[in-house]
Protein backbone atom coordinates (compact mmCIF):
# COMPACT_ATOMS: atom_id res chain seq x y z
CA UNK A 1 0.00 0.00 0.00
CA UNK A 2 1.36 3.80 -0.94
CA UNK A 3 1.92 5.56 2.40
CA UNK A 4 -0.48 6.69 3.84
CA UNK A 5 1.39 10.02 5.62
CA UNK A 6 4.24 12.07 4.15
CA UNK A 7 5.88 14.27 6.61
CA UNK A 8 7.30 17.22 4.91
CA UNK A 9 8.88 18.87 7.27
CA UNK A 10 9.74 19.38 11.24
CA UNK A 11 8.69 23.10 12.64
CA UNK A 12 9.88 22.28 15.91
CA UNK A 13 10.51 19.41 18.60
CA UNK A 14 7.00 17.99 17.40
CA UNK A 15 4.99 20.15 15.52
CA UNK A 16 5.33 19.02 11.89
CA UNK A 17 3.39 19.56 8.58
CA UNK A 18 2.77 16.88 5.96
CA UNK A 19 0.42 15.19 3.30
CA UNK A 20 -2.34 12.24 4.48
CA UNK A 21 -3.24 10.76 1.31
CA UNK A 22 -6.36 9.43 1.24
CA UNK A 23 -8.16 7.56 -1.49
CA UNK A 24 -10.73 10.76 -2.50
CA UNK A 25 -7.31 13.12 -2.15
CA UNK A 26 -4.64 14.52 -0.43
CA UNK A 27 -4.66 16.27 2.69
CA UNK A 28 -2.26 19.37 3.89
CA UNK A 29 -1.31 18.79 7.54
CA UNK A 30 -1.81 20.35 9.78
CA UNK A 31 -5.69 20.70 9.94
CA UNK A 32 -9.28 21.31 11.39
CA UNK A 33 -12.58 18.72 9.99
CA UNK A 34 -15.60 20.55 10.69
CA UNK A 35 -18.18 18.53 11.96
CA UNK A 36 -20.93 17.88 9.58
CA UNK A 37 -22.84 15.91 12.03
CA UNK A 38 -25.88 14.54 9.70
CA UNK A 39 -23.58 14.98 6.46
CA UNK A 40 -23.33 18.57 6.12
CA UNK A 41 -21.76 21.45 7.90
CA UNK A 42 -25.07 23.24 9.53
CA UNK A 43 -26.16 26.17 7.24
CA UNK A 44 -23.35 26.21 4.82
CA UNK A 45 -22.78 24.69 0.96
CA UNK A 46 -20.02 22.13 0.09
CA UNK A 47 -18.44 25.59 -2.03
CA UNK A 48 -18.87 27.50 0.65
CA UNK A 49 -17.21 24.86 3.30
CA UNK A 50 -13.96 24.21 0.31
CA UNK A 51 -13.64 28.34 0.56
CA UNK A 52 -12.99 28.54 4.06
CA UNK A 53 -9.64 25.66 3.10
CA UNK A 54 -11.51 23.23 4.74
CA UNK A 55 -10.42 19.78 3.02
CA UNK A 56 -12.24 17.31 4.98
CA UNK A 57 -15.60 17.52 6.75
CA UNK A 58 -16.20 14.72 9.84
CA UNK A 59 -20.11 13.08 9.92
CA UNK A 60 -21.27 11.44 12.71
CA UNK A 61 -22.06 7.75 12.18
CA UNK A 62 -24.49 7.85 15.66
CA UNK A 63 -26.84 10.63 14.12
CA UNK A 64 -26.33 9.02 10.05
CA UNK A 65 -27.30 5.54 11.72
CA UNK A 66 -30.62 7.15 13.75
CA UNK A 67 -31.30 8.77 10.95
CA UNK A 68 -31.87 8.36 7.61
CA UNK A 69 -30.15 4.90 8.19
CA UNK A 70 -26.77 3.66 6.83
CA UNK A 71 -28.47 1.21 4.13
CA UNK A 72 -30.61 4.73 2.65
CA UNK A 73 -27.17 6.04 2.22
CA UNK A 74 -25.52 3.45 0.29
CA UNK A 75 -28.23 2.92 -1.98
CA UNK A 76 -27.99 6.35 -3.03
CA UNK A 77 -24.16 6.30 -3.77
CA UNK A 78 -22.58 6.97 -0.56
CA UNK A 79 -22.31 9.85 1.93
CA UNK A 80 -19.87 11.91 -0.89
CA UNK A 81 -23.02 11.70 -3.40
CA UNK A 82 -25.79 11.74 -0.74
CA UNK A 83 -24.21 14.82 0.72
CA UNK A 84 -22.57 16.07 -2.61
CA UNK A 85 -19.41 16.72 -1.68
CA UNK A 86 -16.20 16.54 -2.97
CA UNK A 87 -12.63 16.16 -0.92
CA UNK A 88 -12.20 13.56 1.78
CA UNK A 89 -14.66 12.90 4.65
CA UNK A 90 -14.08 11.10 8.30
CA UNK A 91 -16.74 9.44 10.35
CA UNK A 92 -16.51 8.95 13.91
CA UNK A 93 -17.22 5.76 15.38
CA UNK A 94 -20.64 6.40 17.08
CA UNK A 95 -18.90 5.89 20.73
CA UNK A 96 -19.10 9.95 21.59
CA UNK A 97 -22.96 10.29 20.74
CA UNK A 98 -23.85 7.21 22.34
CA UNK A 99 -22.42 7.94 25.69
CA UNK A 100 -22.87 11.60 25.62
CA UNK A 101 -26.82 11.59 24.59
CA UNK A 102 -28.01 8.67 26.04
CA UNK A 103 -27.12 8.50 29.92
CA UNK A 104 -28.47 5.28 30.53
CA UNK A 105 -26.35 3.87 27.67
CA UNK A 106 -25.50 0.09 28.57
CA UNK A 107 -22.11 -1.42 28.27
CA UNK A 108 -21.44 -4.66 27.66
CA UNK A 109 -18.47 -6.79 26.41
CA UNK A 110 -20.52 -7.38 23.13
CA UNK A 111 -20.99 -3.47 22.82
CA UNK A 112 -23.55 -0.56 23.67
CA UNK A 113 -26.82 -1.10 24.16
CA UNK A 114 -29.07 2.58 23.48
CA UNK A 115 -32.17 4.08 23.57
CA UNK A 116 -33.55 5.29 19.93
CA UNK A 117 -33.96 9.37 20.37
CA UNK A 118 -36.59 8.76 17.86
CA UNK A 119 -38.46 5.80 18.33
CA UNK A 120 -37.51 4.55 21.62
CA UNK A 121 -36.16 1.46 20.22
CA UNK A 122 -33.67 -0.40 22.26
CA UNK A 123 -30.04 -0.40 19.83
CA UNK A 124 -26.85 -1.93 19.89
CA UNK A 125 -23.90 -0.79 18.66
CA UNK A 126 -20.55 -3.29 18.93
CA UNK A 127 -16.96 -3.12 17.17
CA UNK A 128 -18.63 -4.89 14.43
CA UNK A 129 -21.64 -3.19 13.34
CA UNK A 130 -20.15 0.23 13.82
CA UNK A 131 -17.27 -0.92 10.81
CA UNK A 132 -20.44 -2.30 9.03
CA UNK A 133 -21.94 1.01 9.28
CA UNK A 134 -18.79 3.55 8.77
CA UNK A 135 -18.20 1.65 5.17
CA UNK A 136 -21.66 1.55 4.18
CA UNK A 137 -21.33 5.12 4.36
CA UNK A 138 -18.66 5.96 2.30
CA UNK A 139 -16.37 7.73 4.93
CA UNK A 140 -12.87 7.72 3.67
CA UNK A 141 -11.38 7.87 7.29
CA UNK A 142 -12.80 5.92 9.60
CA UNK A 143 -12.47 5.22 13.65
CA UNK A 144 -12.15 2.15 15.87
CA UNK A 145 -15.28 2.10 18.36
CA UNK A 146 -13.63 2.71 21.79
CA UNK A 147 -15.27 2.91 25.08
CA UNK A 148 -15.46 6.43 26.20
CA UNK A 149 -16.04 7.63 29.77
CA UNK A 150 -16.25 11.07 31.39
CA UNK A 151 -12.97 12.63 32.89
CA UNK A 152 -15.11 14.53 35.52
CA UNK A 153 -14.92 12.27 39.09
CA UNK A 154 -14.07 9.30 37.04
CA UNK A 155 -12.57 6.14 39.68
CA UNK A 156 -9.39 5.01 38.34
CA UNK A 157 -11.24 1.54 37.77
CA UNK A 158 -13.19 2.71 35.69
CA UNK A 159 -10.72 4.75 33.76
CA UNK A 160 -8.57 0.92 33.96
CA UNK A 161 -11.87 -0.96 32.55
CA UNK A 162 -12.53 1.47 29.69
CA UNK A 163 -9.07 1.06 28.78
CA UNK A 164 -8.81 -2.65 28.68
CA UNK A 165 -11.76 -2.65 26.91
CA UNK A 166 -11.07 -0.33 24.15
CA UNK A 167 -8.06 -2.50 23.05
CA UNK A 168 -10.35 -6.09 23.23
CA UNK A 169 -12.75 -3.72 20.82
CA UNK A 170 -9.83 -2.11 18.36
CA UNK A 171 -8.59 -6.17 17.81
CA UNK A 172 -12.49 -6.86 16.71
CA UNK A 173 -12.56 -3.71 14.62
CA UNK A 174 -9.25 -4.71 12.32
CA UNK A 175 -10.69 -8.38 12.24
CA UNK A 176 -14.35 -6.84 10.81
CA UNK A 177 -11.97 -4.04 9.00
CA UNK A 178 -10.19 -6.94 6.97
CA UNK A 179 -13.10 -8.73 6.79
CA UNK A 180 -15.30 -5.61 4.85
CA UNK A 181 -12.72 -4.80 2.37
CA UNK A 182 -9.71 -7.32 1.50
CA UNK A 183 -11.88 -7.21 -1.96
CA UNK A 184 -11.34 -3.33 -2.14
CA UNK A 185 -9.21 -1.74 -4.53
CA UNK A 186 -9.20 1.56 -3.17
CA UNK A 187 -9.97 1.19 1.16
CA UNK A 188 -10.82 3.79 3.53
CA UNK A 189 -7.47 4.42 6.67
CA UNK A 190 -8.95 2.96 9.84
CA UNK A 191 -7.78 4.70 13.08
CA UNK A 192 -7.02 3.11 16.08
CA UNK A 193 -8.25 5.26 19.60
CA UNK A 194 -5.68 5.94 22.48
CA UNK A 195 -7.59 6.12 25.78
CA UNK A 196 -6.60 6.01 29.54
CA UNK A 197 -7.85 9.04 31.25
CA UNK A 198 -5.87 11.52 32.57
CA UNK A 199 -3.23 8.49 33.66
CA UNK A 200 -0.40 9.16 31.78
CA UNK A 201 1.15 5.96 32.21
CA UNK A 202 -1.91 4.43 30.97
CA UNK A 203 -1.93 6.98 27.64
CA UNK A 204 1.40 5.74 26.76
CA UNK A 205 0.50 2.22 27.43
CA UNK A 206 -2.72 2.73 25.03
CA UNK A 207 -0.68 4.42 22.51
CA UNK A 208 1.72 1.40 22.51
CA UNK A 209 -0.95 -1.00 22.10
CA UNK A 210 -2.56 0.57 19.08
CA UNK A 211 0.47 1.96 17.75
CA UNK A 212 1.66 -2.45 17.37
CA UNK A 213 -1.87 -2.58 16.04
CA UNK A 214 -2.37 -3.32 12.41
CA UNK A 215 -3.98 0.35 12.17
CA UNK A 216 -3.40 3.23 9.82
CA UNK A 217 -4.10 6.22 11.81
CA UNK A 218 -4.15 7.05 15.45
CA UNK A 219 -6.45 9.00 17.45
CA UNK A 220 -6.99 10.15 20.13
CA UNK A 221 -10.01 10.29 22.36
CA UNK A 222 -11.22 10.88 25.65
CA UNK A 223 -10.27 13.91 25.86
CA UNK A 224 -12.13 17.77 26.08
CA UNK A 225 -14.86 15.75 28.33
CA UNK A 226 -14.59 17.99 31.15
CA UNK A 227 -10.87 18.00 31.88
CA UNK A 228 -8.98 21.47 31.90
CA UNK A 229 -7.28 22.61 29.25
CA UNK A 230 -3.85 22.06 31.61
CA UNK A 231 -4.91 18.39 31.93
CA UNK A 232 -5.19 17.71 27.91
CA UNK A 233 -1.79 19.74 27.65
CA UNK A 234 -0.12 17.46 29.58
CA UNK A 235 -1.50 14.34 28.29
CA UNK A 236 -0.56 15.61 24.64
CA UNK A 237 3.13 16.62 25.76
CA UNK A 238 3.73 13.49 27.07
CA UNK A 239 2.53 11.31 23.86
CA UNK A 240 4.42 13.68 21.61
CA UNK A 241 7.76 12.10 21.48
CA UNK A 242 6.22 8.36 20.92
CA UNK A 243 4.35 8.86 17.74
CA UNK A 244 5.37 6.90 14.54
CA UNK A 245 6.00 9.41 12.14
CA UNK A 246 4.32 7.30 9.17
CA UNK A 247 1.39 7.60 10.78
CA UNK A 248 -1.54 10.85 11.30
CA UNK A 249 -2.39 11.45 14.87
CA UNK A 250 -6.04 12.94 15.28
CA UNK A 251 -7.44 14.56 18.04
CA UNK A 252 -10.69 13.77 18.47
CA UNK A 253 -13.18 16.63 19.30
CA UNK A 254 -10.96 19.57 19.78
CA UNK A 255 -11.94 22.16 19.97
CA UNK A 256 -10.76 26.22 20.35
CA UNK A 257 -7.91 28.09 18.98
CA UNK A 258 -6.18 27.77 22.42
CA UNK A 259 -6.32 23.50 22.10
CA UNK A 260 -5.44 23.87 17.91
CA UNK A 261 -2.28 25.55 18.78
CA UNK A 262 -1.45 23.33 22.12
CA UNK A 263 -2.53 19.89 20.05
CA UNK A 264 -0.23 21.08 16.60
CA UNK A 265 2.74 22.12 19.03
CA UNK A 266 2.60 18.49 20.58
CA UNK A 267 3.09 16.53 17.25
CA UNK A 268 -1.00 16.28 16.56
CA UNK A 269 -1.86 16.48 12.34
CA UNK A 270 -6.02 16.80 12.64
CA UNK A 271 -8.55 17.87 14.40
CA UNK A 272 -12.59 18.04 14.64
CA UNK A 273 -15.20 19.87 16.96
CA UNK A 274 -18.30 20.93 16.17
CA UNK A 275 -17.44 23.99 18.07
CA UNK A 276 -16.51 26.79 15.59
CA UNK A 277 -19.52 26.53 13.74
CA UNK A 278 -22.11 26.16 16.96
CA UNK A 279 -20.72 28.88 18.69
CA UNK A 280 -21.27 31.10 14.89
CA UNK A 281 -24.68 30.25 14.94
CA UNK A 282 -25.16 31.56 18.63
CA UNK A 283 -23.73 34.74 17.08
CA UNK A 284 -20.11 34.01 18.83
CA UNK A 285 -17.19 34.23 16.51
CA UNK A 286 -13.30 34.45 17.48
CA UNK A 287 -11.44 37.86 15.96
CA UNK A 288 -7.76 38.73 16.20
CA UNK A 289 -6.07 36.99 19.11
CA UNK A 290 -8.73 34.93 19.99
CA UNK A 291 -10.84 37.71 21.39
CA UNK A 292 -14.35 36.02 21.80
CA UNK A 293 -17.21 38.42 19.75
CA UNK A 294 -20.60 38.67 20.64
CA UNK A 295 -22.30 40.12 17.76
CA UNK A 296 -25.60 40.77 19.30
CA UNK A 297 -23.68 42.81 22.10
CA UNK A 298 -25.90 46.23 21.86
CA UNK A 299 -21.88 48.00 21.13
CA UNK A 300 -22.06 46.54 17.59
CA UNK A 301 -24.83 48.62 17.03
CA UNK A 302 -23.47 51.18 14.74
CA UNK A 303 -20.18 48.68 14.13
CA UNK A 304 -19.09 49.50 10.62
CA UNK A 305 -16.08 47.16 10.79
CA UNK A 306 -16.20 43.22 9.50
CA UNK A 307 -15.59 40.98 12.12
CA UNK A 308 -11.55 40.72 11.73
CA UNK A 309 -10.31 43.53 10.14
CA UNK A 310 -7.60 42.11 7.47
CA UNK A 311 -9.44 38.19 7.62
CA UNK A 312 -9.63 37.13 3.87
CA UNK A 313 -12.79 34.77 4.40
CA UNK A 314 -15.58 35.49 2.10
CA UNK A 315 -17.60 37.59 5.41
CA UNK A 316 -14.92 39.77 6.56
CA UNK A 317 -13.32 40.49 3.05
CA UNK A 318 -16.50 41.41 1.81
CA UNK A 319 -17.19 43.76 4.40
CA UNK A 320 -20.47 42.95 6.15
CA UNK A 321 -20.40 44.44 8.87
CA UNK A 322 -20.88 43.84 12.56
CA UNK A 323 -24.06 45.69 12.40
CA UNK A 324 -25.40 44.20 9.59
CA UNK A 325 -24.51 40.63 11.42
CA UNK A 326 -25.46 41.80 14.55
CA UNK A 327 -28.69 43.10 13.06
CA UNK A 328 -29.46 39.64 11.01
CA UNK A 329 -29.10 37.51 14.35
CA UNK A 330 -31.52 40.00 16.08
CA UNK A 331 -33.70 39.23 12.82
CA UNK A 332 -33.65 35.72 13.19
CA UNK A 333 -32.15 35.37 10.14
CA UNK A 334 -29.87 31.91 9.23
CA UNK A 335 -27.80 34.14 6.91
CA UNK A 336 -26.43 35.29 9.73
CA UNK A 337 -25.33 31.98 11.27
CA UNK A 338 -23.56 31.14 7.68
CA UNK A 339 -21.42 34.34 7.24
CA UNK A 340 -20.35 33.89 11.10
CA UNK A 341 -19.65 30.35 10.57
CA UNK A 342 -17.12 31.17 7.29
CA UNK A 343 -15.31 33.76 9.49
CA UNK A 344 -15.32 30.92 12.32
CA UNK A 345 -13.99 28.41 9.86
CA UNK A 346 -11.41 30.45 7.97
CA UNK A 347 -10.30 31.17 11.13
CA UNK A 348 -8.94 27.91 12.21
CA UNK A 349 -7.52 27.16 8.89
CA UNK A 350 -5.35 30.26 9.13
CA UNK A 351 -3.94 28.65 12.30
CA UNK A 352 -3.57 25.81 10.20
CA UNK A 353 -2.34 27.33 7.19
CA UNK A 354 0.40 29.36 9.59
CA UNK A 355 1.97 26.38 10.62
CA UNK A 356 2.33 24.92 7.37
CA UNK A 357 4.40 28.10 6.35
CA UNK A 358 6.51 27.96 9.37
CA UNK A 359 5.48 31.11 10.40
CA UNK A 360 3.89 32.65 14.00
CA UNK A 361 0.20 31.98 12.99
CA UNK A 362 -3.00 32.96 13.48
CA UNK A 363 -2.67 36.78 13.94
CA UNK A 364 -2.95 39.02 11.99
CA UNK A 365 -0.65 41.63 12.36
ZN1 LIG B 1 -13.30 36.53 8.53
Same mark, same amino acid.
Request: overall charge neutral; some cysteine.
Given at each position: ???????????????????????????????????????????????????????????????????????????????????????????????????????????????????????????????????????????????????????????????????????????????????????????????????????????????????????????????????????????????????? *?? =??????? %????? +?? @? !???? &?????????? *?? =??????? %????? +?? @? !???? &?????????????????????????????????????????????????????????????????????
Amino acid at each position: MAPIFTESKKIDTYARTGVLHTRAGDVLTPTFMPDGTRGAVKGLTPQQVINTGVEVVLANTYHLHLNPGEQIIKKLGGLHKFANRRGPMLTDSGGFQVFSLDSHAKVTEEGVRFKDPINGDIRMITPEKSMQIQLDLGADMIVAFDHLIGLKDAKPEDVKDAFDRTHRWLERCIVEFKRLTNSMKDRPLLFGVVQGGLDIQLRKKSLGIIQASDVDGIAIGGLSVGETREEMAIVLEALAPLYD *PE =RPRFLLG %VGTPE +DL @R !IAVE &NGIDMLDCVL *PT =RNARHSS %VWGTN +DV @R !ITLT &NEKYKEDKDPIEVGCDCYTSANGFSRAFLRHQFKSGDPLAGTLASIHNLRYMMRICEGYRLFTAPATIS
